[in-house]
């Protein structure tokens, strides 16, 4: 499932105020402590050479050298992974240490510390050193996954195949995309799990020298944090998880699940734009406006604008209206450009900020590294094909798009797993049975409600406040001063909304819709990759 990451826009919200269960005896192998040598699990803090400050606060980078495989006998001479850190604080002596997770998989995690550091209020500041990871694989973590960038060069396939000779084509990059992870990356494509991620933060948690530390994960970082804490329910104690994956459904089927979601929230988008028909002029009513995207999206993959946006491409840039609304009027108004003045600029810098290009090989091939060994796919084109005509009918907006997103797991060079399955069935692992705020807002497209409320379920510790209305993925003290004071109020003292006899804890009013506006900074859109670990922008669900 594709999950954006939140680096840019939940984490700008923020700074604003997967199988079968594991066994129960993997489970226990996972949270034996790590042996390692001491001297490589030692961290050197020191000046950051390649991040700045947010603000005032204090920022060190370091890094930590854990072994490849966490169940290897090799000890010193087995292979090594460096994991690449950040840790923002006020300078002074932190309380307490927050480590957090912006989504993904496959996204970089370092940059994450200082904003969200930058975006606590004052009193948090001097109590949290905050510290952001490259999970293995990504950033500046070696060794990186690397894969083919030529892959991504426009123009892009269209996802969606109107003959066999379509669906060869697409099946023949996916593989070829598999095939070249496998010959670029090496062996680190067999311990690339969610669970491999968990263990390493577990081991990263003993060499800052804490007992515990408390956790934020946004979007695909829900799911890494679900395992962390049920694999080491005595290493966390305050637990944030913001935009949550479904922990009941594996990737495969959650990715289907996701299609619909993000149709959903596109349909919204649709609807707004039709509201101010007066400013677009894309069509009076939901409908109309997304047929005339549907006819550019055609119109495209005769002519592509500039040689550059195709179908393909298109979807890429306006998947974030699935989002973000921040993300609403610019992409509104450069469909409008396009479709009714015939300008193709303000499309083709959006496919330039927001779209997929060579620079994003590491985090596509990292996301498929993670999803696709994290649990079991079909190997049947015949399903795969089945399911995409399927939910291309049912959910057109990115059906056909998500479904290719992951089909490098149809022939994913490396062992998949098992499912982590978390609950109370044979073979399940036990949840999470401390304190935990889940937050999530209502109309999110990339992380459908029901996982919150599944996850709710599961751990009887936690409590979750929804954003009714909210059309942002990723809502942790961003505009909301309800949700801010839930979220703040948590981390200052572990305080929560108390229980319910309903799926819902607390329910706080999503903030006015957005205006049409002539610009909107890049920065403020949500990363293009750095998508679910659930599906595209993924960046999850």
Known sequence: MRTRTWATAATTAFLASMATAVPAEAAETAAAVPTFREDQRALDWQECEDLQPEGEETLECATLTLPM???????????????????????GDAERTLLVNPGGPGASGRPLAARTHQGLPEDLQETYAVVGFDPRGSGASTPAVECDPSAFEPVLTPSEPRSPGDTQVLWEEAEAYAQACEDNTGPLLDHMTTVDTARDMDALRS???????????????????????????????????????????PWYESNLNQSRALDRAARNFFDWVARHDDTFGLGGSGED?????????????????????????????????????????????????QIVDEDPAALVQLDTDLGEGPDNDQ?????NAVQCTDSHWP??????????????????FIGWNNIWYNAPCASWPAESSDWYSIGDGPGDAPAHEGDALLVHASEDGATPLHGAENLRGHMPGASLAVEEGGITHGVSSGDNPCINEIVHGYLRDGSLPERTDGDHDAVCE??????????????DLPDRFEPLAGGHPSEGE
């Open 363 to 367: 985090s596509r091939g990292g996301y």
């Open 69 to 91: 495989d966490h169940d290897s006998d090799e000890g010193d001479s087995g292979e090594t992974v460096d994991i690449a850190l950040t840790r923002a604080s006020d300078g």
């Open 289 to 337: 406006v997304a047929r005339a995207y549907d006819r550019l999206r055609d119109q495209l993959r005769e002519e592509p604008l500039e040689g550059t946006v195709g179908p393909t491409e298109l979807e890429n840039l306006a998947i974030t209206v699935s989002y973000s609304g921040n993300a609403w009027p610019p992409v509104a108004d450069a469909l409008s450009d």
């Open 379 to 396: 190997t049947d084109r015949g399903r795969w094909e089945g399911d995409g005509h399927r939910i291309h009918r049912e959910a057109p």
């Open 207 to 249: 060499a800052l020298g804490l007992e515990t530390v408390d956790y934020l994960g946004f979007s695909y970082g829900t799911y890494l944090g679900t395992v962390f804490s049920s694999l080491y329910p005595d290493s966390v104690d305050r637990l944030v998880l913001d935009s949550v994956v479904d922990p009941d459904t």
């Open 510 to 523: 999503a903030g006015p819709e957005p205006e049409p506006r002539e610009a909107q900074a890049a920065e």
